[in-house]
């Protein structure tokens, strides 16, 4: 990823939903990551859309442990990505469900 140019602008787009059987945003990952920065960091998540554009979002702070498992995992050498991901909120609480991988 060094040799990327990384332009977050802005942050994943997550449904609310109204029962937690409802359907989430669902999106094509392709990479999650960290970004430090100084004092701070953020999560970050490479999407690709529908025409085959990808494009680095932020996540919101809750997805901290998604992102953080994911990458130790990968470390491990089980990678989990690409794959076809739910993203939403629910009665405050945020949730992710890894759907099924992909293969581009």
């Given amino acids: 990823m060094a ?5 977050v602008v802005k942050s994943l787009p997550i449904k609310e939903v109204t029962s937690a059987q409802e359907a989430g ?3 094509t990952v392709l990479e999650v990551g960290i970004v430090m920065l100084k004092r701070d960091s953020f999560e970050i998540i490479k999407v690709l859309d529908e025409d085959g554009i990808a494009t680095w979002y932020r996540l919101p702070d ?9 990458l130790t995992m990968a470390r491990g050498g089980l990678n ?3 794959s076809r991901v739910e993203f939403k909120r629910y009665d405050g609480q945020y949730a992710v469900n890894i759907l099924e991988g992909v293969k581009l």
């Fill in 62 to 70: 809750q997805y901290m442990n998604f992102v953080f498992d994911s």
């Fill in 25 to 27: 945003s669902i999106y």
């Fill in 3 to 7: 040799t990327e140019n990384l332009i």
């Fill in 80 to 82: 989990m990505f690409p």
